[in-house]
C-alpha cells in the first residue's frame, strides 16, 4: 500500500470548470508538496506546505494536519492545465526524503 | 538564473552496460537529489547529496550511485544496466535551509 494515496487517478472536466485533487498521507510530515508534470516529463513545484492554505493564482492547495489530508483546487480551468499533479510528502521522522503518490492526470476539454 | 540542467536528455544503453547521468543544479543550491519515474512505480527517491556527501538514500540496490563534486554538481551512474532500470531519471536542487525543490527536465534512459 503507497504511503501517499491519491485521488481520483484521472479526471476530465470542461474549460471553466472548478476542479479538486485529493492526497492523503499516513505518517507524520514535515512539509506536503504538490507537482505539475506536463507531457515531455518536465516537473514544476506548485506548492509547499506544512498548514493552512496557499494560493497561486487559479491553483490553491490546502492541508489539514490532523486528518492527514491535502487537496489541490483549481479554479476556472483552461486547456493548459491540463497534465499530471502528483502530490509527495517530506516524512517528519528520519530519512526526509519525499514520497509521492502514484498522480492524477487532468485533462481538461475546451 | 540558469534552472536545474540534466545530460544527456536522452540515452539508449544495451543491458549490462553502465550509465551516467550529469545534474547541474541552480547556481548557490548545494542540495542534489535524484528521482526515477517509471510507469509501473511511479517517482521513487534514489538519493540526495549536500556538500559532497550524501545524506539520504532510497530502496534501490548498490548498481545506483551518485556522487557530488565541489561546485555542486552531481552524477548518478547505474552499472549493469537492467531492462527494467529503462526510466525518466530527474534531478531536484534546492538551497540552503529549503525544501523547495526545482527540478530538471530528466534524462530518458532506454535500456535494450
Known amino acids: 500500500k503507497n504511503e501517499v494515496e491519491q485521488s481520483p487517478q484521472n479526471l476530465t472536466a470542461q474549460e471553466g470548470e472548478f476542479i479538486t485533487i485529493n492526497c492523503s498521507y499516513s505518517?507524520?510530515?514535515?512539509?506536503l508538496h504538490w507537482l505539475q508534470q506536463h507531457p515531455g516529463g518536465g516537473i514544476v513545484s506548485l506548492f509547499m506546505l506544512s498548514s493552512g492554505k496557499k494560493k497561486h493564482g487559479r491553483l490553491i492547495a490546502t492541508i489539514n494536519i490532523q486528518e492527514k489530508h491535502s487537496s489541490l483546487h483549481i479554479t476556472a480551468s483552461h486547456p493548459r492545465d491540463s497534465a499530471v499533479y502528483i502530490c509527495?510528502?517530506?516524512?517528519?521522522?528520519?530519512?526526509?526524503?519525499?514520497?509521492f503518490g502514484t498522480g492524477t492526470r487532468l485533462t481538461i476539454i475546451p | 538564473k540558469a534552472g536545474v540542467t540534466q545530460t544527456p536528455r536522452y540515452l539508449i544503453k544495451t543491458r549490462g552496460q553502465q550509465v551516467t547521468l550529469s545534474c547541474s543544479p541552480i547556481s548557490g543550491h548545494r542540495s542534489v537529489s535524484w528521482y526515477q519515474q517509471t510507469p509501473g512505480q511511479g517517482l521513487q527517491f534514489l538519493f540526495e547529496?549536500?556538500?559532497?556527501?550524501?545524506?539520504n538514500k532510497g530502496n534501490f540496490p548498490g548498481r545506483f550511485s551518485g556522487r557530488q563534486f565541489s561546485n555542486s554538481r552531481s552524477e548518478m551512474n547505474v552499472s549493469t544496466l537492467e531492462l527494467g532500470d529503462s526510466a525518466l531519471y530527474l534531478c531536484?536542487?534546492?538551497?540552503?535551509?529549503?525544501?523547495?525543490?526545482?527540478f530538471g527536465p530528466g534524462t530518458r534512459l532506454t535500456v535494450t
Open positions: 509527495a510528502q517530506r516524512s517528519y521522522f528520519g530519512n526526509e526524503k519525499l514520497t
Open positions: 547529496y549536500f556538500s559532497e556527501t550524501q545524506r
Open positions: 505518517v507524520g510530515i514535515s512539509a
Open positions: 531536484a536542487s534546492s538551497g540552503r535551509g529549503e525544501y523547495e525543490q526545482y
